[in-house]
């Protein structure tokens, strides 16, 4: 379940980087993909790049829609009106960590 999360989180990045590169201002949203652990899951969640990079700043932190929370994987960090975000316990965190496309960019 966490390949699927990774992989999205790829898409996202370069959800992230196409508005980059449109010059996407400050309250400008995108529709970044839900990352949770349901592989069937492709809902989207509007957030704006100041959004998506915080929530980019820890390798292990994703976000999800609310409610779309696996427990057994995830703890939850912050509840917000229109997205939640999740953080990867045990091995599913230190998959995550490894496989963090931001890492490997530096
Ligand atoms: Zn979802």
Redesign the pocket.
């Known amino acids: 379940m966490t390949e699927n999360e990774t992989l999205f989180r790829e898409v996202n990045e370069r959800v992230d980087d196409t508005a980059t590169h449109f010059g996407a201002n400050e309250k400008s949203t995108q529709e970044y993909f839900?990352?949770?652990a349901?592989p069937d899951?492709t809902?989207r969640i509007p957030l704006t790049h100041a959004q998506y990079t915080s929530i980019r700043a820890d390798p292990t932190q994703f976000v999800?829609?609310p409610l779309?929370f696996t427990p057994e994987v995830e703890t939850l960090v912050t509840k917000d009106e229109d997205y939640w975000l999740v953080r990867k316990t045990g091995e599913a965190g230190d998959y995550a960590e490894k496989l963090d496309p931001r890492s490997r960019k530096h």
């Open positions: 839900c990352e949770c349901n899951c809902f999800v829609l779309h």
